[in-house]
C-alpha cells in the first residue's frame, strides 16, 4: 500500500511539474540585427547582388527577414525590396526551423524569384528552412550547417 | 484484545483485522474466526482441542460452532497471515488434538488499541513502531508539492534554456589582413592554414572588402576551397568598438563569392 502512495506522488509530481513547464511554449528573447551581404554565384552570367539585411525574431516565435539592394550588368538592373514574415521553432539550442507564410515585396522589386533564391539567399514563400543561430558578443552568425555561414549580423546593444 | 505479533502484524479482534506493519496491507477477519484466532494467541503455546475452542466460543459469547467447521476458520486464519507475510506455522496443528499458537511468536497485547485509535495516533504505543496513516499523506503530498515544484523550476530552466535562440561560437584568430585581425569561424584539422585560409580570405579582401581601421575579419571557406580547389569562400567585415573595456561590434558586411583562389 505505501509503495503505492509513493508511485502514485512520484507520478503527479512529474506531471505536475511537465504541466508547470512544458504546457505552455514559453517566449523567447527577441533579436534584431542588420548586416550587407554581397554575393557572385558560380554563374558566370549573373550579376553581384549586395542588399541590406534586417533580422527580426519576435518573443511570440514570428520574424521577419527585410532585403533591400540591387545589381545590374550591361543590360539590366535589378531592384530588390522585400520582406519575409516567419513562424519559427526551436527545435534545440541555436538551431531553428524557419516556416515562411507571407512574403512582401515592394513594387519595384523587379527580381524574380530564381534569380533571388540563386544569388541572393535560398528563401521563398511556403518554404521550411532550418538554420543555425551563433553568438558571439553582439554579433549573431547565421548559417545553414556548423561550417557554412549565410551571413553575420549585428545587434544593437 | 488486540496483539502485536512479532512486531510486525497487529491483530485487533474487536476490528476483525489482520495488518501488516510494514506494508500497510491488511486482511479482514470473519467475527467467528477473529475470536478462535484470539483465543489461540490468548492461550498461546497451549493446545487447545476443536471442543475447546466451540465450548468458549458458545460459553462466552453464546455462540454455537460446528466443530467441524472450527479446522476451515483456522485454515482461513493461516491464509490471513500468509498474505501479511507472516509465517502459516504460526498456528501448529497437533494431529487428532487439535491447535496450538505457536511459542516461538512474540504475542505482545496491546489492549485498547483497535484499528480506529491507530489510524488517528499514528503510533503503537506498545512498540513505538509507525504505521501508515493519513498525516503521513498529508506529510507526503506537502514534500511531494515541495518537489513538484523543484523539478517544475529545474524543468523551466532547462527549458528556458534550450529555447534559447542561439548558441555561443568562439571564433579563432588565425593571423592579420593587413592590420586586421583574421577569425575563422571552424578551422579544419590538419589544414595549412596559409594556404587554406589566409590566402583566399586576402583575395577576397583584396577583391571586395579592403581592411579598414578598427575592422575585424571573420572568414569561413568551404571544404573544396579549404583543400585548394575553387568554390565558394565566405569573409565577412565587422567594425570593432571598444567603450568602458567592452567589446561591440557593428556595421557587418559579408562577402559571399565564388571563385578560383589558389591560383
Redesign the interface.
Known amino acids: 500500500?505505501?509503495?503505492t502512495?509513493?508511485i502514485g506522488?512520484?507520478v503527479?509530481?512529474?506531471l505536475?511539474?511537465?504541466l508547470?513547464?512544458?504546457y505552455y511554449?514559453?517566449p523567447?528573447?527577441k533579436?534584431i540585427c542588420s548586416?550587407?551581404?554581397?554575393?557572385?554565384?558560380?554563374y558566370a552570367l549573373d550579376p553581384v547582388f549586395t542588399v541590406g539585411i534586417t533580422l527580426y525574431?519576435s518573443a511570440a516565435n514570428r520574424g521577419r527577414l527585410s532585403i533591400y539592394g540591387s545589381a545590374a550588368n550591361k543590360s539590366q538592373m535589378w531592384h530588390i525590396q522585400r520582406a519575409f514574415k516567419f513562424n519559427y521553432t526551436?527545435q534545440?539550442?541555436?538551431t531553428?526551423e524557419l516556416n515562411v507564410n507571407h512574403v512582401w515585396k515592394h513594387p519595384s522589386d523587379n527580381t524574380s524569384d530564381d534569380i533571388f533564391i540563386r544569388n541572393v539567399l535560398d528563401i521563398g514563400d511556403g518554404q521550411q528552412r532550418t538554420i543555425?543561430?551563433?553568438?558571439?558578443?553582439?554579433?549573431?552568425?547565421i548559417?545553414e550547417d556548423?561550417?557554412?555561414?549565410?551571413?553575420?549580423?549585428?545587434a544593437?546593444? | 484484545m488486540s496483539y502485536l505479533l512479532d512486531k510486525k502484524i497487529f491483530f485487533s479482534e474487536a476490528a476483525g483485522i489482520i495488518r501488516n506493519l510494514d506494508s500497510d496491507e491488511m486482511q479482514t477477519l470473519s467475527v467467528t474466526a477473529a475470536m478462535i484466532f484470539s483465543l489461540l494467541i490468548e492461550q498461546q503455546g497451549y493446545t487447545l482441542s476443536k471442543e475447546d475452542i466451540a465450548g468458549y466460543i458458545e460459553n462466552k459469547f453464546n455462540y454455537k460452532v460446528a466443530h467441524n467447521t472450527i479446522t476451515q476458520y483456522i485454515s482461513v486464519v493461516r491464509k490471513s497471515l500468509v498474505l501479511m507475510g507472516f509465517s502459516a506455522t504460526a498456528i501448529v496443528t497437533v494431529p487428532k488434538t487439535g491447535f496450538y499458537f505457536s511459542n516461538e511468536i512474540v504475542a505482545e497485547q496491546v489492549d485498547g488499541m483497535s484499528s480506529a485509535p491507530l489510524s488517528q495516533s499514528g503510533t503503537l504505543a506498545a512498540s513505538g513502531q509507525k504505521i501508515f496513516t493519513y498525516r503521513h499523506v498529508v506529510k507526503l503530498a506537502g514534500l511531494s508539492l515541495l518537489a513538484a515544484m523543484a523539478v517544475a523550476i529545474g524543468c523551466f530552466q532547462y527549458q528556458k534554456e534550450s529555447y534559447s535562440l542561439e548558441r555561443d561560437i568562439e571564433p579563432v584568430n588565425i593571423g592579420q589582413i593587413g592590420k586586421c585581425p583574421l577569425y575563422a569561424l571552424i578551422k579544419e584539422s590538419g589544414s595549412e592554414l596559409a594556404n587554406a585560409y589566409i590566402i583566399p580570405a586576402a583575395k577576397v579582401a583584396q577583391a571586395k572588402l579592403p581592411c579598414i581601421k578598427d575592422h575585424i575579419f571573420f572568414f569561413q571557406p568551404d571544404s573544396l576551397v579549404a583543400q585548394g580547389y575553387p568554390g565558394n569562400a565566405y569573409l565577412a567585415r565587422c567594425l570593432l568598438s571598444s567603450t568602458d573595456g567592452h567589446q561591440q561590434y557593428g556595421q557587418c558586411e559579408n562577402v559571399y563569392l565564388f571563385g578560383d583562389y589558389h591560383s
Open positions: 500500500m505505501r509503495i502512495y509513493f506522488f512520484a503527479a509530481t512529474v505536475v511539474a511537465w508547470t513547464a512544458f511554449p514559453q523567447v528573447d533579436i548586416s550587407t551581404l554581397t554575393r557572385k554565384s558560380a525574431f526551436v534545440e539550442k541555436g531553428i543555425m543561430l551563433r553568438k558571439f558578443e553582439n554579433l549573431y552568425f548559417m556548423p561550417s557554412t555561414p549565410i551571413f553575420v549580423c549585428s544593437p546593444e
